[in-house]
């Protein structure tokens, strides 16, 4: 992989340079950084999974994020398509986790209007960390007790989750939203997405798959500064910050 932008001088490691960035809580809510990939034409999905835009390298920088994060989050469409499982972190993955203060595995964090999840599914029964559900607080109460019993529930808002509120019940510092291109539009829209890493998959795939972000249109539009890229095998690995409040 070469690193075309960011880094120190002489850093030669893509996914060292992008992990040694700076982040933190901001505003009493965690750092929130997304992670998505998408072809030349700005298809997030191939037959409905992201998993056919995917390459070793992609895969790689997904692994080093999840890595840095204290928390992972995904929408339940997301979870249900890409048939989310618990994070298992390779040993190495655990000691610098260890050695940065972090928790050894970060929970998964499914964001659900519904709440109507498989509670037989791996994600609920074999996880190491207790699965998060994220809700608002007036779904369905049956459905809720069943969630607090699978896991942990945070309800924040009604109807629709408050992602800003939900957030600041996390008590993380830093959270990585894997999608879907729903959440991210939301949490954009929220003013809670501090940073965007985006593949680019050389592929042009047409269809009516979702962009990576998917809702209302932002107003205004959210500015982002290139802060790195890399490439690998024709692919491109970006990195966005948002400028908040400009």
């Known amino acids: 992989m070469r690193l075309l932008l960011g880094g120190a001088p002489g ?9 040694a960035a700076s982040r933190g809580p901001v505003g009493g809510r965690p750092w929130v ?18 998993r056919g835009l995917s ?35 390779a040993p190495e993955v655990r000691a610098a986790r260890a050695a940065r203060g972090q928790a050894a595995v970060p929970p998964v964090v499914v964001v659900t209007r519904s709440v109507d999840l498989d509670w037989e599914a791996p994600l609920f029964t074999d996880a190491e960390a207790p699965t998060v559900v994220m809700a ?6 049956a459905r809720l007790a ?10 924040a808002g009604d109807g629709d989750v408050d992602l800003p509120a939900a957030l600041r019940l996390l008590d993380v510092a830093v959270v990585l ?36 972000l998917r809702g209302p249109a932002l107003d205004p539009p959210a500015p982002l500064d290139l802060a790195g890229a890399a490439e690998e095998d024709g692919m491109l690995f970006l990195r966005y910050l948002v400028r908040h409040g400009r």
């Open 177 to 212: 939203c894997e999608g879907g291109p729903g959440l991210i539009a939301q949490l954009a829209a929220a003013g809670c997405l501090d940073e965007l890493f985006l593949t680019v998959s050389p592929q042009l795939v047409g269809g009516d798959a979702a962009r990576v």
């Open 55 to 89: 390459a070793p390298a992609d895969r790689r920088v997904f692994h080093q994020l999840r890595a840095l994060a204290d928390a992972v989050m995904a929408a339940a469409g997301t979870v249900r398509a890409d048939r989310y499982g618990p994070a298992r972190p």
């Open 146 to 155: 069943r969630a607090a019993r699978a896991g942990r529930l945070v309800t």
């Open 136 to 141: 608002p607080a007036d779904a369905e109460p």
């Open 33 to 50: 950084l997304a992670n998505m990939v998408a072809s030349v034409d700005g298809a997030t999905a191939v037959d409905g999974e992201s």
């Open 11 to 19: 850093e030669t490691d893509p996914t060292a340079a992008f992990a």
